[in-house]
């Protein structure tokens, strides 16, 4: 006897979509049989999704949930993105069922007091699953660095770094080469991957004195500070340093130009293991949309680019060079989001970890005709593979967490902020989507089901990780 029985005729599997009957037990997916094996008294409850889409639960592998936004005078008070219970309950409704932040370093702690302290935020607070990326921030003490090693055996494999302060406000941020060399050394060692925001400090730097000195601060020129050339030259550096450290590997978070997309496809054609992850406003907006009323909107750092740019990274996603469509969501709320119009002071990060799926699907199946499969391996496959979470995420096949999303292509809507459940704002107003989730199921719990929530807040659990061999022997994918 089964749970549940989901009944689809376009079911996106590991080996292609084909006509399935989804047998779950408890949490795990039990079995995929041929139409009509399993009769409706074989399972508590059928779900007839025949017409629809029926995929695994997305993944979101860039999210910030309470996370610190700095306040706009200096001293003021700060904001903080939405809780992992809003966006994670957002997430669902979306159709993403796992999503992964980050434990970040403040002075002096060690790693497993960064875990715990992130911990606080998480634990029964979140509705879907979830795991993070560790953060390290600033001088990084060789114990730190020590300390890597045991997390990645404990399942903690990830770890980001920035390669620049970001604004000139934000000193102490960046990570300095050497510690970083450290760092990937460790991560190769122990069977980690290093997740970078990558761009040339000097160059970005530069750019705002520049920009202040001949009085163009606003943020419309966002792109000229971090820019395409900063990509370029900072991609390039940090895959010199990778390659040359036997058994590292990198993803390269929010890919945003044409140079970083190239620099990734080099360094793959010659073998290094290197991902690419881009962000779904880098994907369909460009630098011109900063120009539009609130165009903060849209913004998230580094920054929008050209349509030559935009027109690079999905060159990327058919040359293997971008991997996965991630949102760097930091939900907060309009006035929050446009409090800053400077270059320095614009608050970063986006919503959209609800609407990502339809809009992808939208973008990609209905518009440029990629097929559902390249569709379902950006935007939840190929993360769980990269990230360490596959099989058990990211795939509908027999032993796999139930996590299954049911894409509707009878639901055509026009995205509307009121209709959504993450904030007050969405740079994707009025955007006309092709299909809608509608059924959401985490590990065998229908989440969502035609507008109804049915989570808890202790439902979300932490997912330990391990990257595969496979991932961090080549370049995959
Ligand atoms: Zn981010």
Redesign the pocket.
Request: glycine content about 16%.
């Given at each position: 006897m089964f749970d549940l029985i989901i009944r689809g005729d376009r079911v996106v599997t590991p080996h292609g979509i084909g006509e399935w009957d989804i047998a779950v037990k408890g949490e795990k997916i039990a079995a995929l049989a041929a139409p009509g094996a399993f009769g409706d008294d074989a399972a508590a409850r059928v779900i007839n999704a025949k017409g629809k889409i029926v995929m695994p639960g997305g993944i979101d592998p860039?999210?910030?949930c309470a996370w610190h936004i700095p306040a706009l005078e200096e001293g003021g008070e700060p904001s903080y993105s939405a809780p992992p219970s809003q966006v994670s309950r957002a997430a669902l409704y979306g159709g993403t069922t796992t999503i992964i932040d980050?434990a970040a370093s403040e002075k002096g702690d060690t790693v497993p007091q960064m875990i715990e302290r992130r911990d606080k935020d998480w634990v029964d607070q979140c509705y879907c699953d979830y795991a993070y990326h560790i953060m390290l921030r600033g001088a990084v003490p060789p114990s730190v660095v020590e300390e890597l090693g045991e997390a990645v055996q404990d399942g903690y494999p990830t770890v980001k770094v920035f390669t620049t302060d970001i604004t000139p406000s934000r000193k102490g941020r960046m990570v300095h080469f050497g510690d970083i060399w450290e760092i990937l050394k460790v991560l190769a060692r122990e069977g980690g991957l290093g997740v970078i925001?990558s761009e040339d400090n000097d160059i970005v730097m530069h750019m705002y004195e520049k920009l202040f000195r001949e009085g163009r601060a606003g943020f419309e020129n966002m792109a000229e500070v971090h820019n395409a050339l900063s990509e370029d030259i900072s991609f390039r550096r940090i895959i010199r340093l990778a390659e040359n450290i036997e058994g590292a590997a990198l993803y390269m978070?929010?890919v945003s130009a044409a140079s970083g997309v190239s620099a990734i496809a080099q360094s793959r054609a010659k073998g290094f293991p290197i991902y690419g992850e881009t962000l779904h406003q880098y994907m369909l907006y460009t630098s011109d949309d900063y120009r539009k009323p609130n165009g903060q909107m849209y913004h998230?750092?580094p920054s929008l680019k050209s349509q030559a740019d935009q027109d690079g990274l999905w060159e990327g996603t058919l040359n293997g060079a971008i991997n996965a469509v991630a949102t760097?969501e930091?939900c907060c709320t309009l006035s929050v989001k446009v409090q800053g119009n400077q270059i320095d002071d614009t608050t970063?990060?986006n919503s959209g970890v609800e609407p990502r799926l339809a809009v992808m699907f939208t973008e990609m199946v209905e518009k440029r005709g990629y097929t559902i499969e390249k569709f379902v391996d950006l935007t939840s496959s190929n993360a769980a593979r990269i990230m360490g979470l596959y099989p058990r995420k990211g795939a509908l096949a027999a032993g796999s967490d139930a996590d299954i999303t049911i894409l509707d292509p009878n639901e055509k809507r026009t995205v509307r902020k009121e209709d959504l459940h993450e904030t007050d704002y969405s740079p994707w107003e009025g955007r006309e989507v092709a299909a809608w989730p509608t059924v959401t199921v985490l590990r065998g719990k229908v989440m969502v089901e035609n507008g109804a929530f049915h989570g808890d807040e202790k439902d979300g659990q932490y997912l330990k990780r391990y990257i595969s061999d496979d991932i961090r022997g080549g370049p995959m994918l």
């Open positions: 860039h999210v910030h980050f925001h978070m929010h998230t750092y760097d930091v970063g990060g």
